[in-house]
């Protein structure tokens, strides 16, 4: 008899997790931490050079600064064509920073309220010494607010152009390993991170889909960036013909159902 997931119950979940986030805690992070106190030292200032990246002000600064532009131009320019325009690269600036600021926002209040102690306590406080609303440095492992970020962002640039995925999840998970293997995290703490930076995107490019801000939901249920020319500029695939058929029978609708209404 096979096992598989859709049999378990919620019950059966939990304890499963649960037991494999322990297990981790107790056996992978000290040993982790032993690998990596035990690294070259010219490998160690490799990844202190690198490690870096993931700090949140170079993706947010641009972004936001982006966002303000766009719409400080959508509101001086009242043309129907170029208010689309800037409400188009509102929508996309305004996705990365929602996103990446989202994420980097949950991290910080994660670590404050988790409390997990920094990898250099560990000879005196172990891996498992949690001060809960610490809001201290000093307990502030868990999870990685680095990893959490560059993971967030390579999520927002693989939604927008799938192409860059594998690079951009390949740079990720180097930086965040790199948070381990320079002794600041626990690999836990940067696996939790990497969750969150994946998954927080996500669900704002759902609410986005919902309001039809930058994306739309497909007849199938799944999602798309809106308009054309944007999606072949980042290399989305183009529709099957079923789908452009229900595209095309929606927009003829929408067209006759104005055309009722003016009448």
Do not use: C
Not at 62 to 70: D, I, K, R, W
């Amino acid at each position: 008899m096979t096992l598989r997931l859709n049999d378990l119950t919620l019950l059966d979940l939990a304890v499963l997790s649960l037991s494999l986030i322990f297990a981790s805690l107790l056996l992978l992070d000290p040993f982790m931490l032993e690998r990596a106190n035990t690294l070259p030292t010219g490998v160690q200032a490799f990844f202190r050079l690198v490690t870096d990246i993931g700090r949140v002000n170079w993706m947010l600064v641009p972004a936001g600064a982006a966002l303000a532009l766009a719409l400080v131009l959508r509101l001086r320019d009242r043309g129907f064509r170029s208010a689309a325009g800037y409400g188009l690269m509102a929508g996309l600036f305004g996705f990365v920073f929602v996103s990446i600021g989202g994420t980097s926002l949950i991290a910080n209040l994660g670590k404050g309220i988790i409390g997990r102690a920094r990898p250099f306590l560990f000879d005196t406080d172990g891996a498992l010494e949690f001060k809960l609303f610490a809001f201290s440095p000093e307990y502030a492992s868990m999870p990685s607010g680095h990893a959490a970020n560059i993971f967030a962002f390579a999520t927002v640039i693989a939604i927008l152009w799938p192409r860059a995925r594998v690079p951009l999840y390949t740079l990720a998970v180097w930086i965040a390993a790199s948070r381990v293997l320079v002794g600041v995290h626990y690999a836990t703490d940067v696996v939790l991170g990497a969750i969150l930076g994946t998954a927080f995107p996500y669900f704002v490019r759902d609410r986005f889909a919902a309001r039809r801000w930058l994306f739309e939901r497909t007849p199938e249920g799944g999602y798309r960036l809106r308009g054309a020319r944007v999606q072949r500029w980042l290399g989305w695939p183009k529709p099957h013909r079923r789908e452009a058929r229900q595209d095309a029978s929606a927009f003829v609708t929408s067209t006759n159902s104005s055309q009722m209404a003016g009448e």
